[in-house]
């Protein structure tokens, strides 16, 4: 063992006895980085969940799709505009858009409504859905038992259904339900297929429902064997409408509730919207009974939205990292005036500028590192405290920890080397006179 390695060895020994000494003035000046290394961990974890919520809409929405939703009007507008078509969006609306919009990739139609359905061994509250084969690439459903409708079971108009995962559970418990049979209304379905669970949708006035609660169908199912009569109270949107010239009563079973359009990868997304805008109120006779949403649009605004929301608190968890900082640095000049005598006797019997830089460096490098360490338990708890209270989705990652302690402790080095530098260089003579 060197002597260099020695005398180096002995101030850091020097630095870690001069903080036990002072233990309670030790912790008081880390508490500046243990609480800015915790802010910094827990707003961390807020962005990074906020950007898996994004990440899982888009999965959910889907970044190409362009969503169409039959919209609640007046009820005399039709008569208003001279329009003999009921209000809102139809299937012969999805086929013009097949036909007219080339960049057009998928489509899908969705018919929605709140009912009960029923087993011999339960029931449960289930989102109706009446779609196409299409809906399950689109929207991004994966099957975990089983398999989806396909053609031929909107071509035969067949009693089979699609389940969630939370529908299995309520109707069927732990069984396979592949083959068993499910009442809604007064009608039975085969079960053909599970659905994957997965995150409901809402983003920005789009609203999807839930996939685990839901039953889908075959549209044609749907739309022939489940009328809409008074539909205010059984649709999934409440819109009460009424026929012409009549108090309420039938509702037009060419009326959906959703159009989905999956556009091609090189085509802009915007222009796509604009062209269906046109060609949909075109049909309407000029009457908006519909809305157009572009998913990408409103997770991308939501993700700037977040992105300066990030910004902002990370400034603040930053500025408390700046005040244990300075923290730091003002203790540690203290320490240096009243150890003046002591650094003039080490520097009289042999000790270098380096070595005295050394020891006070490392007293300031344990008191961020230490600070850190127990910044990233005051951060744990303050995420959990987050999920606890505000109920946001939190996520820490290995990633915002390395981050929060290398902050600290480099803000405890740079903070600390001023006052080291300055009891280096405190000269030698007038060090030991010192009083």
């Known amino acids: 063992m060197t002597p260099l390695f020695t005398r180096y060895r002995e101030s850091l020994t020097i630095a870690v006895q001069s903080l036990t000494l002072h233990k309670t003035r030790s912790f008081l000046t880390m508490l500046g980085i243990v609480f800015g290394v915790g802010a910094v961990i827990a707003m961390l974890s807020i962005g990074e969940g906020a950007k898996q919520e994004s990440l899982e809409q888009i999965e959910v929405l889907g970044v190409r799709n362009i969503i169409i939703r039959s919209m609640v009007v007046d009820d005399d507008a039709s008569e208003t505009n001279g329009a003999s078509r009921p209000l809102g969006i139809s299937r012969k609306d999805a086929e013009a858009i097949r ?41 991004n459903i994966r099957i975990s038992e089983g398999g989806f409708i396909h053609p031929d079971h909107l071509a035969r108009t067949a009693n089979v259904c699609v389940i969630g995962s939370t529908v299995k559970k309520d109707l069927f418990g732990f069984r396979n339900p592949i083959g068993e049979l499910v009442k809604l209304e007064d009608q039975w379905f085969t079960v053909t297929g599970v659905m994957e669970e997965k995150k409901s949708a809402v983003t920005g006035g ?36 009424r026929s012409r010239g009549g108090e309420g009563g039938y509702i037009d079973r060419s009326t959906i509730d959703q159009i989905a359009v999956q556009v091609r990868k090189d085509t802009d997304i915007a222009d796509a919207a604009n062209v269906i805008t046109r060609l949909i109120k075109q049909r ?56 003046t005598r002591e650094i003039g006797v080490r520097r009289a019997i ?86």
């Not at 080339?102 to 489509?107: K, P």
């Not at 270098?352 to 344990?366: G, H, N, S, Y």
């Not at 995420?383 to 606890?388: V, Y």
């Not at 530098?421 to 060090?431: G, L, N, P, T, Y």
């Open 99 to 139: 036909t007219v919009c080339e960049f057009a990739e998928r489509i899908t139609v969705n018919w929605e409504s709140d009912i009960e359905a029923r087993t011999y061994e339960g029931d449960a509250q289930i989102v109706l859905i009446g779609t196409t084969p299409e809906h399950a690439s689109i929207f």
């Open 206 to 241: 789009v609203e999807l429902p839930s996939m685990n609660e839901s039953i889908i169908i075959p549209l044609t199912t749907a739309m022939s064997k489940f009328p809409r009569e008074e539909a205010g109270s059984s649709r999934r949107y409440g819109r009460r409408r």
């Open 284 to 339: 309407h006779n000029g009457q908006e009974d519909f809305s157009v949403t572009i998913p990408e649009q409103l997770i991308s605004q939501s993700q700037k939205t977040q992105s300066i929301f990030n910004i902002v608190m990370g400034a603040i968890a930053g500025i408390s990292l700046l005040v244990g900082g300075i923290g730091i640095m003002n203790i540690m000049l203290a320490s240096v005036l009243e150890r």
């Open 350 to 435: 042999g000790a270098t500028r380096a070595m005295i830089v050394t020891q006070f460096l490392a007293e300031a490098a344990m008191l961020s590192i230490f600070g850190g360490i127990l910044g990233i338990f005051v951060g744990w708890a303050l995420t959990g405290m987050i999920t606890a209270y505000a109920e946001w989705r939190t996520i820490i990652s290995a990633w915002s920890i390395f981050l929060a302690f290398s902050v600290a402790a480099a803000t405890g080095i740079i903070f600390g080397y001023y006052p080291a530098k300055r009891a280096a260089d405190k000269d030698v003579i007038e060090s030991i006179r010192y009083e």
